[in-house]
């Protein structure tokens, strides 16, 4: 009877590693279809955008000049009936809505024409790019669902043991609820916080294995650079960044070093490319369009006041309500604050149990990348002529915080942090609780308006998808699957750190 031990126990480790990976993705679906077409922050122009990635089609065809195409007007006004009302549901769209493309072409000049976005995230994402608007919508924020949890889980099998609880940790308490939104959307924001969770604990995987894993590794650190500087200009500048603070982790004045630092320093070759090859970029250098603000601030309020007003752009991360900066959407779906105390009170525990160990490497790079969560945003302000509320969103701001918990919970040595089972446990809870309020609250929003009460967001529906799922059903399977996952990862962090408790002298 005990020769079959050992074949039962693999088979029990393996059900977990295809349980949990499903579960996250269906938690990742479910925020995909929680939102109409047109739902993400200037997705009118990232649609557009997307129909027109590959060239002239019958649903894209050329303009009067290079600046302007010809394009269906539910694409580039797809939000504009419910966008900033939030008592307005997206029933507004109408019947019908989006079913042929190539009808009734009139001419735009929403969309990345003049390069001001790199290029291949659109090219890709006009592969999804059919004549039913809404079908080709939710087959890309599938897509983008299923590329995150697919990178995330390559990480995890690849990444030292002693790394894993690190990765997933980082992601979990930075998505919820402003990071899964946009993870699941067809904006080019989704490219670019998955590049921030990847990137920069793929290149510390690197410098720790060897062989074939380290191959890997640098496989993905490529394919994460690629995906993010490929997407949004300011996301191939952290990129760098990002390098930079693995740089700092991972310094050692020898010769291994610095010929392993030859992939790190080369992926700055890319990122920069598809930087400068990119009017993007003169956001970082010059500003993000002043001209569209009308107020001339005072020298001491972009100097003084947007430095201490910063901080509000963090919050809004986790949508802290109060803030002109908070809320998903248009900034429109404003989230109650039982989501902003669970979300942000998960965030601060995670963060300080990380700084449990640590030493002066990492110590620096926390600083590093505390100063980058500062001052970056500042700098634009500052040369856009602009104060904290206008221009800078949230999400901009993402791929750094999800960076600087991620160097935060990176223990120097394999020690159990100083942290309990009851408190992962708390912290899962938390996260369960934030994930499936938010989601509820945006599914209202949409789904009827928030002129409408009520837990059952099966009453009184005044849009949603051709799909036989209700957005109540939708609600309830998006939540439990995330509260599984995210207890279920409580449990096996402590597990971990219980075995390193054994082990330790």
Sequence with gaps: MNAGTPGRSRRGALVPLIAIPLLALIAFVS???????????????????????????????????????????????????????????????????????????????TGNFDGSYPPVYYSVMNAFAGHDLQTSVLLMRTANSVLFVGLVMALFLLLPVARRATLIASIAVSLVPLGIFFVTSANPSSWAILSAATLWIALIGYFETTGARRLALASIALVSTVIGAGARADSAVYSILAIGAVMVLKFRADRRFFTLSALPLALVIPALLLFVNSRQSAAAISGMEPSRVQVDHGMFTLLVDNLFQVPELWFGIFATAGFTTSGLGWLDTAMPAIVSFSALGAFVAVVTIGFTVSDRRKTLAALYAFALLLLVPWIILLRSQSVVGELVQPRYLLPLVVLFVGVALLSPTPRALGVTREQLVAVAVALGVANAVALHYNLRRYVTGTDVKGVNLDASIEWWWSIPVSPMTLWAIGSVSFAVVSLWLALAWSRHNERLRVLAP
């Design 31 to 109: 925020w995909g279809f929680a939102s109409p077409v047109g739902a993400s922050p200037d997705e009118d122009y990232h649609l557009t955008s997307i129909w027109c990635g590959n060239g002239s089609t019958d649903m894209c065809e050329p303009g009067s000049d290079d600046k302007e195409r010809r394009i269906s007007p539910d694409i580039e006004y797809s939000a504009r009936c419910y966008a900033f009302d939030a008592e307005q549901s997206a029933g507004c769209q109408g019947a019908g809505f989006g079913d042929d493309l190539a009808e009734d072409l009139n001419p735009s000049t």
